[in-house]
């Protein structure tokens, strides 16, 4: 079955820390994608990757980084967290190229990040 | 920008009411959609997915969904919901072509016992 792990279920960093937020899959698939989720504003795209050392920035890049050495790992990184970056992060993953759009996206069980 | 819309933020159902939850969304080419269901404490899964064929597609846990090009609509459907139906749903899409999915704000579904 696919299985995408995120290192952490729960993390309670302070301001200004660096934050490392890890990701891996086990499906081998190009595409690996960061997410938070916060209430009333659904999933809301922070980095996409499509290939190893390749990413792009989504819809709220401020604040975070990302980086991809080897195809099954993703990882977030939030350079000097503050408190508006409290949220649930989720990572993703799916299979291809922009030919294999109709497959859909498999999730993590997400990490509830909390900067005091 | 291409965008989603689900108008229902939230909604409350008594057990074997039936379920229809709104998706529209903005893009005008081909279009790859999908409906999550997140259960409390649960990873996002997919309840059903369309991408061609026929606009009328069924997915797990007795859910379906109806592709209506013209309204650029696709609202997910449950003649009879029960108490274990109570999650959080998302519609998305993916334009073919394209490596983002863009996701509505998810509607939170409680279904009362």
């Known amino acids: 079955d696919v299985k995408v792990t995120q290192s952490s279920r729960y993390l309670v960093k302070r301001t200004g820390e660096k934050v490392f937020l890890e990701c891996v899959q086990d499906m081998d698939h190009e595409n690996m994608f960061w997410y938070r989720q916060d209430p009333g504003l659904g999933l809301r795209l922070i980095y996409f990757s499509y290939d190893v050392k390749m990413k792009e920035k989504g819809d709220i890049p401020e604040g975070y980084s990302v980086s991809r050495e080897k195809k099954e790992r993703f990882s977030l990184i939030l350079e000097s967290a503050s408190t508006n970056q409290t949220s649930m992060y989720l990572c993703?993953?799916?299979?291809?190229?922009?030919?294999?759009?109709?497959?859909?996206?498999?999730f993590g069980d997400g990490t509830r990040l909390s900067i005091l | 920008a291409q965008s989603v819309s689900q108008h229902n933020h939230h909604v409350i159902l008594s057990e074997a009411a039936s379920l229809e939850l709104g998706c529209n969304y903005s893009?005008?080419?081909?279009?790859?959609l999908f409906w999550y269901v997140q259960y409390p404490g649960q990873h996002l899964q997919l309840l059903l997915k369309y991408f061609s064929g026929d606009p009328l597609v069924k997915g797990i846990k007795g859910f379906e969904a109806e592709f209506i090009k013209s309204k650029f609509s696709f609202n997910l459907r449950k003649p009879s919901v029960q108490w274990s139906d109570t999650a959080e749903y998302f519609c998305?899409?993916?334009?073919?072509?394209?490596?983002?999915?863009?996701f509505g704000t998810g509607t939170r579904l409680k279904v009362l016992a």
């Open positions: 993703a993953s799916s299979p291809g190229g922009t030919a294999y759009s109709n497959q859909p996206q498999h």
């Open positions: 893009y005008g080419g081909t279009v790859n």
């Open positions: 998305a899409t993916r334009p073919s072509g394209t490596y983002k999915y863009i």
